[in-house]
């Protein structure tokens, strides 16, 4: 029972005391309703305190500290999920590295920059997912740099054309990538891809390796 109540229950008894069926009834010594409602309201009182003290210390603490504030959503780069967003990629630093990551930036400009951004993220994590098996180089730059079977792996890299990077906006985008793709964003993409090809194309291992992925113009494998 909050405060007012209280009050309002004591002045309808005050007014019922005091009313003209008993108006010689003496309320208390002094006639002062200071001191009338002083003992109503010490068992009303009471009794609430009684109520408190009944409540569970867990409850009575949540009271005191009043509503817990709410937690903030999960940032979805924070889990460790990549974010595939132009405007997200714009608010990172200006991309530079070492020459891996600028071989990686090479290979994604010539290799997919026609491509959609979620398309150019795959290709990165083709190069990545090879040179983490046993069966390619260990580097970026031996990746992309390999050759067999007549040619090379990446056909930038031995098509006879000079490498020159002549779009500056492109190649700013293909540097963003590779700068998170080697910092360890996750490769959600293509569930461990090793190969890709245009669909202008039909290689002969394109029928024996498992696809795992169809993003714009290329097509995803992963080696058996």
Same mark, same amino acid.
């Given at each position: ?10 002045? /309808?008894?005050?007014? !019922? +005391? ?5 108006? *010689?009834?003496?309320? $208390? ?93 795959? /290709?990165?994590?083709? !190069? +990545? ?5 046993? *069966?390619?180089?260990? $580097? ?5 740099q390999q050759g067999g079977g007549g040619g090379c792996q990446f056909s930038y890299h031995c098509d006879g054309v000079a490498d020159v990077m002549h779009e500056p906006g492109a190649l700013d985008l293909a540097g963003r990538i590779a700068r998170v793709m080697l910092d360890g964003a996750e490769r959600q993409l293509t569930e461990g891809a090793t190969h890709f090809h245009t669909r202008a ?24």
């Amino acid at each position: 029972m909050g405060f007012g109540q209280i009050m309002a229950g004591t002045f /309808v008894s005050l007014t !019922i +005391l005091t009313g003209a069926a008993v108006a *010689d009834v003496t309320i $208390s010594k002094s006639n002062s309703s200071a001191e009338a409602i002083a003992g109503p309201l010490a068992l009303l009182l009471a009794a609430e305190h009684r109520a408190i003290e009944a409540l569970p210390k867990a409850r009575l603490v949540s009271l005191a500290e009043g509503p817990k504030p709410r937690k903030p959503a999960p940032d979805a780069k924070a889990s460790g999920q990549t974010d595939y967003s132009f405007a997200w990629l714009a608010t990172l630093p200006a991309p530079s590295g070492d020459q891996q990551w600028q071989c990686l930036r090479k290979a994604l400009y010539f290799e997919a920059r026609g491509e959609t951004l979620q398309g150019q993220f795959a /290709v990165a994590e083709v !190069i +990545l997912n090879r040179m983490d098996s046993p *069966d390619y180089p260990q $580097s970026v730059c031996g990746v992309v740099q390999q050759g067999g079977g007549g040619g090379c792996q990446f056909s930038y890299h031995c098509d006879g054309v000079a490498d020159v990077m002549h779009e500056p906006g492109a190649l700013d985008l293909a540097g963003r990538i590779a700068r998170v793709m080697l910092d360890g964003a996750e490769r959600q993409l293509t569930e461990g891809a090793t190969h890709f090809h245009t669909r202008a194309v039909s290689p002969g291992w394109s029928a024996q390796f498992p696809r795992t992925a169809s993003i714009g113009a290329h097509l995803f494998y992963r080696q058996p």
